[in-house]
């Protein structure tokens, strides 16, 4: 890993993406690391575009501005890349991670993305209305993002996830995000 | 032992004053100091501190309430942002007339109109005045370690002044961060019992607060008032030696940061200031001596002390994140010129208004600064001595 490995995330609000920022920093915790999570604050509605940012490292982290040149881009939401430029400002070798049921190489192409960028997907939505009953893709996202950047294991997010939603949702809703966060990081598939 | 957490602003205030456990908390819900109080208000439900909670229906009451209790003789805290503390103004006087030492975190936002809750300075640069003590802090650590230290320095004998402590909105407390909590014990043990000084409650001695003081003694009142404020320097580094043998980490009144041998210099507050540093380490690779003062006392303002680290400078920008409509430029910049002022040798000093309403700062921003700086250095011309930045024409 890079000496500080910076993330954004692109989603909508109500698909629980401010949430996944923060419960991948929580996770990121150990090691002694540095970690930020913060989204940006706009008019907060459902379905309206939002982003949320994450900077882990090793050293402490003075930086506080959005991030510009992400290593890491995690689409929670596909139509937004008709939307927005979601691959503004990011890095040479930047990693994507989209949810989306098309394939990778199908994204990659939408993407522009160049020889050096990494291109994965996920069907986070399928695997969370499965799993949770409900489209919201941030366990599966979460799960995918830990596999392709190697941040932390698998058995270590499921344990920050446990404790995360514990505090707030009953046993079913809580093994089914660990079950979506499980499949997030076995079906992610790279284009 | 130190507990590492990765928790917002907003929380790791809530946290500090659940450690301290306070007598009472007047408050009043604003963005973005709701979460704040939202967590405290959880705190008193749950009975995991003994503080009686009034809710109030405004920051005026708020503050009022404040001032009663803590008249009263108990240990008082409330927290506010923007409109609520422009609301509290009237009261905020009589807190610190009254020498009594309220503790109130204020979560920085910008000033309507037009409404906006974002971060920028306005709300506390309106209140610098008021004869309040301010701590103002870059991330949620310092939040937390200034909200601490924040009751020695107020409950100090020789002080009994109100403090804020002052935390950029959204930037800072709503965003997670890595940071360490105190065991609840040695934050008890570090604030100590509150010692009540003229208590109403104390029957047996019966005070009058707030009585009417005309020709005759309102002046003498006023110099008692400013004479305090000279002592409060000192009991803000002793009790930061106190807090440095507990945690660790080291506080003074300003910060300083490779300024010894620099000859350029930013001097910027709270969370824009983190950002400026690693800039500075990148002006620094490049051999540019580029340094940074942030300071920590912004009220009453350490003159003396910032004048003697600034001197050496041969070009120094102020950045301010909120405007002195009318005073030309902005408060830290006046501040800053009166330190200097003393000096036959000084730093030629411009001033840049940066971030409000929320505008992010960038390191581009720091960067485009400093370029000016090295410019005006080489060629002694000053472009302007104010202007706004990262602002459309």
Redesign the interface.
């Known amino acids: 890993m890079a000496d500080t490995l910076e993330i954004r995330w692109h989603g909508r609000g109500g698909q629980g993406t401010v949430t996944a920022a923060k419960v991948l920093a929580d996770a990121c915790l150990s090691g002694g690391r540095h970690v930020q999570a913060f989204p940006e604050y706009g008019p907060e509605r459902a379905g309206a575009p939002l982003r949320a940012y994450n900077r882990i490292s090793s050293h402490e982290l003075r930086m506080h501005c959005p991030v510009l040149k992400p290593q890491v881009v995690s689409v929670v939401d596909a139509t937004l890349i008709d939307a927005i430029d979601v691959a503004e400002g990011s890095t040479e070798s930047a990693i994507f991670v989209v949810n989306t049921s098309k394939e990778p190489g199908e994204i990659r192409t939408k993407l522009k993305a160049p020889q050096g960028q990494k291109v994965f997907t996920i069907d986070a939505t399928k695997i969370a209305v499965e799993c949770i009953g409900r489209a919201l893709p941030n366990a599966p996202m979460l799960g995918a993002i830990c596999k392709v950047t190697g941040l932390v294991t698998l058995e270590h997010l499921l344990e920050d996830v446990r404790k995360s939603f514990g505090k707030k949702f009953s046993q079913k809703i809580i093994d089914g995000n660990l079950e979506a966060a499980r499949r997030g990081y076995e079906e992610v598939r790279e284009g | 032992m130190a507990k590492?957490?990765?928790v917002t602003g907003n929380e790791a205030v809530a946290n500090a004053l659940k450690q301290v456990n306070p007598d009472v908390c007047a408050a009043y819900p604003i963005t973005p100091q709701t979460e704040m109080m939202q967590r405290f208000s959880s705190f008193v439900s749950d009975g995991k501190v003994k503080t009686e909670i009034i809710l109030v229906e405004s920051e005026h009451s708020s503050m009022s309430a404040c001032v009663g209790a803590c008249a009263a003789g108990g240990r008082v805290i409330t927290a506010t942002s923007s409109q609520g503390l422009a609301l509290m103004y009237e009261i905020l006087y009589i807190a610190s007339g009254t020498r009594l030492p309220i503790v109130m975190p204020v979560v920085n936002r910008a000033l309507s109109a037009p409404l906006n809750?974002?971060g920028d300075h306005s709300d506390s640069m309106g209140a610098r005045d008021t004869g309040w003590i301010q701590l103002w802090s870059?991330?949620a650590q310092e939040a937390y370690d200034n909200t601490i230290q924040a009751f020695r320095i107020a409950e100090h004998m020789d002080i009994r002044l109100p403090i804020m402590i002052n935390m950029?909105g959204?930037?800072?407390s709503?965003?997670?961060?890595?940071m360490e909590y105190l065991d609840d014990d040695q934050v008890q043990n570090f604030v100590g019992e509150f010692k009540s000084l003229n208590p109403l409650l104390d029957l047996e001695h019966p005070v009058s607060y707030g009585p009417l003081i005309l020709t005759d003694y309102y002046m003498e009142f006023r110099k008692a008032q400013d004479d305090v404020e000279s002592k409060v320097p000192g009991v803000v580094l002793d009790v930061a030696k106190d807090f440095e043998k507990l945690s660790g980490r080291t506080y003074g009144l300003f910060e300083t940061y490779r300024l010894d041998d620099a000859e350029i210099a930013l001097i910027i507050l709270n969370?824009?200031a983190?950002?400026s540093?690693?800039v500075v380490d990148e002006f620094r690779d490049k051999g540019i001596k580029a340094g940074l003062l942030k300071p920590r006392l912004y009220r009453p303002f350490p003159y003396k002390e910032i004048g003697e680290a600034l001197k050496h400078l041969k070009a120094v920008c102020v950045l301010d994140r909120a405007d002195a409509f009318g005073g030309s430029f902005g408060p830290v910049y006046m501040d800053i010129a009166t330190s200097l002022y003393p000096y036959k040798e000084r730093p030629v000093l411009i001033n840049k208004i940066y971030g409000l309403g929320g505008r992010?700062?960038?390191?581009d921003h720091a960067k485009l600064v400093l370029n000016e700086l090295v410019e005006l250095v080489g060629n002694g011309t000053v472009k302007s001595y104010k202007e706004y930045i990262g602002v459309r024409e």
């Open positions: 590492i957490v990765a809750i974002h870059e991330n950029d959204f930037i800072i709503h965003s997670i961060e890595r969370s824009a983190g950002t540093k690693d992010d700062y960038l390191p």
